[in-house]
């Protein structure tokens, strides 16, 4: 099969997902054009290429549009080989993949709760967030992490490395927003250690550095 030639990523500078999937390619040194997609008035170009959902990211390969950011990821590692971000042992792979559905289904969520109220139900809110945080951390030490390793996937970031990377940068922004504190590393030491380890990648400096212009055009 021929390698994908023409790669466009439809994205937002504000987009978390969209941020998951710029760290991705770059991680595997796909070159690609970037489209920073006005959210409140969607062209009928992208609104054609992800009718279903109609947001961001979606990437185009070779006039084929590939929606949702999570399928976006496997798609990414599947066709191009550099860097793998998944495990070869099918039983290591389900354990990422239910792992990376773990936070899209209930960790996300719940950040979109604290951020819209106020008070002891904020406050709740949080407790619940770091329930959820810590019962992913005893996941990964104990099903994939190994010992001594920087990322969850080795001495290279793997996917969920991916995903607790924009993790971060969502915590981080509620932090400074709400004056929360949500990276806690007495509570999630191991998560902590990840992401503030993914942070410091020059393909993630350099990926924020790129869309904080956009943010700020």
Not at 78 to 95: A, I, N, R
Not at 111 to 124: F, P
């Amino acid at each position: 099969m021929d390698e994908p030639k023409d790669i466009k990523l439809f994205g937002s500078a504000r987009s978390g997902y969209a941020t998951l999937v710029h760290h991705a390619l770059r991680l595997k040194g796909v070159s690609y054009d970037y489209v920073n997609v006005d959210l409140k008035n969607k062209s009928e170009e992208f609104l054609r290429m992800n009718p279903v959902h109609k947001k961001v990211p979606v990437l185009v390969v070779d006039g084929k549009p590939i929606p949702e950011s999570l399928v976006i990821l496997q798609y990414v590692d599947e066709t191009w080989k550099e860097h793998p971000v998944m495990p070869q042992d099918p039983y290591l792979k389900s354990k990422v993949r239910f792992w990376a559905d773990f936070i899209y289904q209930k960790i996300v969520p719940q950040t979109y709760v604290i951020i819209q109220i106020e008070g002891e139900a904020q406050k709740k809110a949080v407790e619940e967030l770091f329930g959820l945080l810590g019962t992913l951390e005893d996941g990964v030490k104990r099903e994939l992490h190994v010992q001594g390793s920087l990322f969850i996937n080795g001495l290279k970031p793997g996917l969920l490395d991916i995903i607790l990377g924009g993790c971060r940068n969502v915590l981080k922004r509620m932090e400074g927003l709400h004056g929360l504190k949500l990276s806690d590393e007495k509570q999630i030491p191991l998560l902590c250690s990840i992401m503030d380890a993914y942070a410091e990648l020059d393909f993630v400096k350099e990926t924020d550095e790129m869309l904080s212009q956009y943010a700020k055009a």
